[in-house]
Every structure is written in structure tokens, then in C-alpha cells.
């Protein structure tokens, strides 16, 4: 079965940097729109950035200019890097992968963020 594995997550101060990363396995990786979603307390899950098997990316207008998203498709991989961090970024972020027309989604099990002030 298909399995992502996120990692990365931890305690930082705002302005501070993180790199998330998600190991995808037992399915064709290139296959996939990959994505990051978090949800914070209280709060439904959103978007944070995907991109394509193609490497086009897309982000929320809340982390534009501070996030980046990338894959590496020899390693099976998608990043996210995190920069000039907020408390507002405070969330647990789980790491998805999307088929064409959304027929199937996986999600890792998610990794916490902290950002403190």
C-alpha cells in the first residue's frame, strides 16, 4: 500500500527556518500531485502549497514569498521549506499525495510545528 512519511517538524522561534520532508512509497511517485496541508487547533485543514508531477507550484496567499515547495522524483520525495516563520504557522502538517482527477488521496500521519514568539 502507498505510505508517506513526514519528518522535520519541531520548536522554533518566529523568524526562524524549517525543512519538512515526506518519503513516499509503494506507488508510481511521478504519478502524484503532492502536497502540504496543516490544520491548527481549532481550525479546518488547509492548503498550504502542492505541486505537480510537472513541477508547477501553487501556495496559499499566507505563506507566499516564505514557503517553497519542491520534489525530487528520484528520491521519491517532497520538501517544504519553511522560512521567516510566524506563530500563525503553528499547526500540525501532514504531507498528501492526489491521483489525477482526485480518485485517490494518501496522507501521512503528520508532523507539529511550533512556532513560538
Known amino acids: 500500500q502507498v505510505q508517506l512519511v513526514e519528518s522535520g517538524g519541531g520548536l522554533v522561534q518566529a523568524g526562524g527556518s524549517l525543512r519538512l520532508s515526506c518519503v513516499v512509497s509503494?506507488?508510481?511517485?511521478?504519478?502524484?500531485?503532492m502536497g502540504w496541508y496543516r490544520q491548527a487547533p481549532g481550525k479546518q485543514r488547509e492548503l498550504v502549497a502542492d505541486?505537480?508531477?510537472?513541477?508547477?507550484?501553487r501556495y496559499a496567499d499566507s505563506v507566499k514569498g516564505r514557503f517553497t515547495i519542491s520534489r525530487d522524483n528520484a528520491e521519491n520525495t517532497v520538501y517544504l521549506q519553511m522560512n521567516s516563520l510566524r506563530p500563525e504557522d503553528t499547526a500540525v502538517y501532514y504531507c498528501?499525495?492526489?491521483?489525477?482527477?482526485?480518485?485517490?488521496?494518501?496522507w501521512g500521519q503528520g508532523t507539529q510545528v511550533t512556532v513560538s514568539s
Open positions: 498528501n499525495a492526489a491521483s489525477r482527477f482526485g480518485s485517490s488521496h494518501y
Open positions: 505541486i505537480s508531477n510537472g513541477g508547477s507550484a
Open positions: 509503494g506507488g508510481i511517485f511521478t504519478f502524484y500531485t
